[in-house]
């Protein structure tokens, strides 16, 4: 069965970096886009970045452009987020998810993980 | 950027009844609108996308639906796993966003 498996957060402090990875399992990753969201406490969901399925393609949303890389390692089946710069409006928890088409962007998600909390704070 | 504007942002139903949840865009959208459901400490499922078709195992009480920039999911008969926060997202231009939300509870 499809899984996505997120590590990588904990607490930084503002101004530092983190580097958030996501384990794919149970499909051909290298077949499908991928993206990055995030939900900040108690609030709603946010697109963060995503990614073509042989990383020719990436998109960031504005609030975090320049600051944040999206990259994939289709080898070892894995996503990831380098974040630098990070603000205490960072703080989230961050979501890997798979677009819905195959080998396209259809940029509707049908599998995600469950998630890494990130938290920015002196 | 698109705005999605969720209501009401919290609605409160008991098991069996119906109930309708509406998301309005900011601009016209072509059917590119999808809802997804998220309970507490889990990740969002994908329900509905194109505005109206079910996504891959989603039980037939819930269906989607348009009317110019408005769109609507309908929850026929209240189930208990069905109270959960629910979200639209348009899909129709970068960047990707979602509404508010509104939070399914039980009377």
């Known amino acids: 069965q499809v899984q996505l498996v997120e590590s990588g957060g904990g607490l930084v402090k503002p101004g530092g970096s983190l580097r958030l990875s996501c384990a794919a399992s149970?499909?051909?990753?290298?077949?499908?886009?991928m993206s990055w969201f995030r939900q900040a406490p108690g609030k709603g969901l946010e697109w963060v970045s995503y990614?073509?399925?042989?990383?020719?393609?990436?998109n960031y949303a504005d609030s975090v452009k320049g600051r944040f890389t999206i990259s994939r390692d289709n080898a070892k089946n894995s996503l990831y987020l380098q974040m630098n710069s990070l603000r205490a409006e960072d703080t989230a928890v961050y979501y890997c998810?798979?677009?819905?088409?195959?080998?396209?962007?259809?940029?509707?998600?049908?599998?995600w993980g469950q998630g890494t909390l990130v938290t920015v704070s002196s | 950027e698109i705005v999605m504007t969720q209501s009401p942002a919290t609605l409160s139903v008991s098991p069996g009844e119906r109930a309708t949840l509406s998301c309005r865009a900011s601009?016209?959208?072509?059917?590119?609108l999808a809802w997804y459901q998220q309970k507490p400490g889990q990740a969002p499922r994908l329900l509905i996308y194109?505005?109206?078709t079910r996504a891959t195992g989603i039980p037939a009480r819930f269906s989607g639906s348009e009317s110019g920039t408005e769109f609507t999911l309908t929850i026929s008969s209240l189930q208990s796993e069905d109270f959960a926060v629910y979200y639209c997202q348009q899909y129709n231009n970068w960047p990707l966003t979602f509404g508010g939300g509104t939070k399914v509870e039980i009377k």
């Open positions: 194109g505005a109206s």
């Open positions: 998810a798979r677009d819905y088409g195959y080998s396209s962007s259809w940029d509707i998600f049908d599998y």
């Open positions: 990614i073509s399925s042989s990383s020719d393609y990436t």
């Open positions: 601009q016209s959208l072509s059917s590119n």
């Open positions: 149970g499909f051909t990753f290298s077949d499908y886009y």
